[in-house]
């Protein structure tokens, strides 16, 4: 299959029933490794898994998380395709990313740059590079196209993220008690000096702000308290004595 696979057009093997047995091989036919990943770019599985059914998409799964060669990283890239693709196969709760409206804006101004100017971009770098011979040995090209996959994948990566956002309304902000869109203001119980976190979404997370996401540890620990309640931070406990709107 190798000598073959050297000697012929690559485009036959991109066929929904070949990819299982050609990941598969990778477990068994030495000096496959570099011809599979050529085969298998990111660019092509997202092409194949587009078109698959279950029974085939499921195979392919399989086959994917019990090869023992693939990189964890390569592996992570085909299942983060075939989640997208088949999101039912992963029994998980959908998570919500919460979100301002600038946040937001800024996402979809990545994903459109992404789209409308680096990836056409990257193409024209792809063809330049083809004009250099060899491709076998061709160092711009397979840089190139790696960079052609990284842009795919971030593609991938957001719009899949856009379709679990919720906007956080300033005006459902309530100051009962810890919620998404508060600012808590603490005091430090050691020695006495205050200090004070905003609870965003993790696009708005900001460190030298002391806006953190949601999804940060130390945000979990805040969410649902009362002024008066008690925490601890990095070994230091904290009591909450106020909460405002973190948004206006």
């Known amino acids: ?13 991109l066929n929904i029933k070949f990819i299982p047995r050609l990941i598969d091989s990778l477990n068994y036919v030495k000096g496959i490794k570099g011809i599979v990943t050529k085969i298998l770019s990111l660019e092509n599985f997202d092409k194949i898994l587009k078109q698959a059914k279950d029974e085939d998409a499921k195979r392919i799964l399989e086959t994917i998380n019990n090869n023992t060669v693939l990189e964890n990283y390569k592996k992570k890239d085909f299942l983060r395709i075939i989640e997208y693709y088949f999101p039912h196969f992963f029994a998980k709760e959908i998570d919500i990313i919460y979100t301002t409206k600038t946040a937001l804006l800024k996402r979809k101004e990545e994903l459109n740059k992404i789209i409308t100017i680096e990836i056409p971009e990257n193409k024209k770098d792809i063809s330049r590079a083809r004009e250099f011979g060899d491709l076998s040995d061709n160092f711009e090209y397979k840089a190139a196209k790696e960079r052609q996959d990284q842009l795919y994948q971030k593609v991938r990566i957001i719009e899949s993220e856009l379709e679990k956002i919720q906007t956080i309304n300033p005006t459902t902000i309530t100051t009962d008690r810890v919620s998404i869109g508060t600012k808590i203001r603490l005091k430090n119980l050691q020695d006495g000096k205050p200090t004070h976190y905003t609870i965003l979404g993790r696009w708005d997370t900001d460190l030298e702000k002391n806006i953190i996401s949601n999804e940060a540890p130390v945000a979990k620990s805040l969410l649902n308290k009362v002024p008066g309640d008690c925490i601890t931070i990095n070994e230091i406990e904290y009591e909450i004595v106020e909460i405002e709107k973190g948004l206006d």
């Open 1 to 13: 299959m190798l000598k073959k696979m050297q000697s012929g057009d690559l485009q036959e093997y």
